[in-house]
């Protein structure tokens, strides 16, 4: 149930799409999301301001945020393995270094989603993933 939010100030389609890609594999991959769990929002040529030296990272204008939103309950082992895996994937579908990848996850629970029709479904059914 994972909602990604991916920002990046030079991307077109292909490289969105790519980068979409790439944080849904490493979701499936490094902490087993179901395959069809696939909802984002990606946008490119927007202004991202960022400090392109910060805790000694060289960034440049091919940084990407990825903001992640999804359930609680992951242990720090987990999201260490999330934050490599998408950085790894980043650079493999798309060319995107890895000093350029920004992760952020925020976590909520099950009454925080609602899929449509005005109703938290999380609420009634066995939740997924």
């Known amino acids: 149930m994972p909602l990604v939010r991916i920002d990046a100030i030079r991307?077109?389609?292909?490289?969105?799409?790519?980068?979409?890609?790439?944080?849904?594999?490493?979701?499936?991959q490094a902490i087993g999301i179901p395959e069809d769990d696939l909802f984002q929002v990606l946008n490119g040529g927007g202004a991202i301001r960022y400090d392109d030296g910060y805790l000694?990272?060289?960034r440049d204008d091919d940084f990407v945020?990825?903001?992640?939103?999804?359930?609680?309950g992951?242990?720090?082992?987990?999201k260490q393995n999330l934050y490599r895996r998408i950085?790894?994937?980043a650079h493999e579908y798309t060319g995107t270094?890895?000093?350029?990848?920004?992760?952020s996850i925020t976590e909520n629970?099950?009454?925080?989603?609602?899929?449509?029709?005005?109703?938290?479904?999380y609420l009634d059914a066995a939740p997924r993933t």
């Open 11 to 28: 991307a077109d389609q292909k490289r969105l799409e790519g980068l979409g890609r790439a944080v849904h594999d490493a979701l499936v």
């Open 56 to 58: 000694g990272i060289r």
């Open 65 to 72: 945020v990825f903001g992640i939103t999804m359930r609680s």
């Open 74 to 78: 992951r242990t720090p082992e987990q």
């Open 87 to 89: 950085a790894e994937l």
């Open 97 to 103: 270094e890895p000093r350029n990848v920004f992760v």
């Open 109 to 121: 629970e099950f009454v925080d989603w609602s899929f449509g029709e005005g109703v938290a479904q």
